[in-house]
C-alpha cells in the first residue's frame, strides 16, 4: 500500500488549501482515511479521519474550518482546509488503517504567514 499526498504549500492566515491522499495497492474496502500533523517539536497529532461509511472525527482545533472527504471509488481523502492560522503550520500526514496494518504517507507541508 501506498500513499501520495499533495496540495501543501505557503498561504497567508485566513487562506484556503486543500490537501489530497490517493492510497493504491490492495485497500480493503472497510477501512479509515484521514489526517495527521505534527508541527516543529510538537508530537504528531489528529487534524480529522473518515471511515469508509463517512464517520467523521476531528480534532476540536480544526472544527468549523476544516472538512474532510473522500472518494471511495479512487482510494482518495481530501482535507479542505479554510481560515488558516500561523498554529496551522505543520506537516500534514496522511494515514490510512487497514484491519490490522496502519500506513502513513510521507507529508506534505503547510506554512501559514501571519
Known amino acids: 500500500v501506498q500513499l501520495q499526498a499533495s496540495g501543501g504549500g505557503l498561504v497567508q492566515a485566513g487562506g484556503s488549501l486543500r490537501l489530497s491522499c490517493a492510497a493504491s495497492?490492495?485497500?480493503?474496502?472497510?477501512?479509515?482515511m484521514g489526517w495527521y500533523r505534527q508541527a516543529p517539536g510538537k508530537q504528531r497529532e489528529l487534524v480529522a479521519t473518515?471511515?469508509?461509511?463517512?464517520?467523521?472525527n476531528y480534532a476540536d482545533s480544526v472544527k468549523g474550518r476544516f472538512t474532510i472527504s473522500r472518494d471511495n471509488a479512487k482510494n482518495t481523502v481530501y482535507l479542505q482546509m479554510s481560515s488558516l492560522e500561523p498554529e496551522d503550520t505543520a506537516v500534514y500526514y496522511c494515514?490510512?488503517?487497514?484491519?490490522?496494518?496502519?500506513?502513513w504517507g510521507r507529508g506534505t507541508l503547510v506554512t501559514v504567514s501571519s
Open positions: 494515514n490510512l488503517r487497514l484491519p490490522g496494518n496502519t500506513y
Open positions: 495497492g490492495s485497500i480493503f474496502s472497510i477501512n479509515v
Open positions: 473518515m471511515t469508509s461509511g463517512r464517520d467523521t
